[in-house]
């Protein structure tokens, strides 16, 4: 038997659609694979009552088809599903790192990137790497067709996740087809903005380069809250705020001293709205771990 606790993630980080993705030291998957003749699959912890244990629904069963790689594969939620948290890519990324290693298949982490991605695929329609593939390397990534870039950053963060549920095929449905130039050119320059702050752990750069004007506004409609929970932020000394991934959880950039207020502030401001929530009082981490 092999066990591996796989990180949630974020993905887009305001600026970096489809691109960005950080892995988070908290919440997390632990998953536990054992040889067998087929595959089976059995789901507990937090909305495992909402995961399929058909492996032919399931994230993990694409990743051990993947890698011809049978097992009884045990996963233990705790990042919950439709969250921004890249739950799907925590088992994808935590089954794929495990049955690698079970089965002595020899592949790296970069290389387990595309298969963990085939995982993915069963959830979103297609087979994309922004959360698996810091899910599997850690740190800051870009991902682009054919690479991924991997950056150490020592970033404090604090995700806010309300109850309420996002799906990552709605969230995509509303993403704008066309864009005016001006707010491609603003992208973009937060883009590098956000990128230089991740290379220098600085959380001011990282802040700033969380604003855009394409995705994020659109998305944000989809979350009951949005607005007042980013002001409240912004006011408890956060220095930029953002979607996480497709939602409806809500990233925050902050100083490490700053975090425990923002987290505060980010739940009274659901609560101003109506809706329960918790903070992840979080930071940039490492990648899934193999014990």
Same mark, same amino acid.
């Given at each position: ?82 969250? $921004?948290?890249?739950? #799907? *890519? =925590?088992?994808? &990324? @935590? %089954? ?7 089965? /002595? ?121 949005? $607005?007042?929970?980013? #002001? *409240? =932020?912004?006011? &408890? @000394? %956060? ?7 497709? /939602? ?44």
């Amino acid at each position: 038997m092999r066990t591996v606790r796989a990180p949630a993630t974020s993905a887009n980080l305001g600026s970096g659609f489809d691109v960005f993705g950080v892995a988070l030291d908290r919440p997390a998957d632990v998953i536990r694979v054992e040889r067998a003749s087929r595959t089976t699959i059995d789901v507990t912890g937090v909305g495992s009552q909402y995961i399929p244990e058909d492996p032919e629904k399931n994230v993990v069963g694409a990743v051990a088809e993947a890698l011809d790689a049978p097992a009884h594969i045990e996963i233990d939620k705790g990042v919950r599903p439709s969250s $921004g948290l890249g739950s #799907s *890519a =925590a088992s994808a &990324a @935590g %089954a794929a790192l495990a049955l690698n290693a079970l089965y /002595g298949r020899g592949l790296s982490r970069t290389e387990l990137v595309p298969v963990a991605a085939e995982g993915e695929a069963v959830v979103s329609g297609e087979a994309h790497v922004d959360n698996v593939a810091p899910a599997l390397l850690g740190g800051f990534t870009v991902a682009r067709e054919d690479e991924v870039t991997t950056v150490e950053a020592d970033i404090a963060l604090v995700a806010c996740l309300p109850e309420i549920a996002v799906s990552t095929r709605d969230a995509r449905r509303v993403v704008p087809s066309h864009a005016d130039m001006e707010d491609v050119v603003h992208t973009v320059g937060s883009a590098a903005t956000l990128t230089v702050g991740m290379c220098r752990s600085d959380p001011e750069l990282v802040g700033r380069g969380m604003d855009e004007r394409l995705v994020t506004p659109a998305r944000s409609e989809l979350i009951t809250g949005y $607005g007042g929970v980013r #002001s *409240a =932020a912004l006011d &408890a @000394g %956060a220095t930029g705020v953002t979607v996480s991934g497709a /939602g409806p959880s809500v990233l925050a950039a902050c100083y490490p001293d700053d975090r425990r207020r923002v987290a505060a502030a980010m739940i009274d401001g659901f609560e101003d709205a109506g809706v329960e929530a918790r903070a992840y009082q979080t930071r940039v981490s490492d990648g899934a771990t193999l014990f």
